[in-house]
């Protein structure tokens, strides 16, 4: 998937998503692929999904991020 927006613009997105599930943001995943998501491709919300279950944060079954 195409995202037209910049990176500052997806970051920005990224981390009001990220704050909705760990009040924290996107400094407090020390990863370093958020510009390679970007790249890809993810939407934000996509990002932190993958950021978050590869932090080992578990989903409930029915939920979905979009």
């Known amino acids: 998937m195409r995202i037209d927006m910049n990176f500052e613009r997806w970051m920005k997105e990224v981390n009001e998503d990220l704050l909705r599930f760990d009040n924290k ?3 407090s995943i020390s990863q370093k692929n958020w510009h390679i ?3 890809e491709g993810y939407t934000p919300m996509q990002a932190v999904e993958t950021a ?5 944060f578990s989903f409930d079954d029915h939920y979905y991020l979009g």
């Open 25 to 27: 943001g996107a400094e």
């Open 37 to 39: 998501w970007y790249v």
């Open 52 to 56: 978050l279950m590869n932090r080992g």
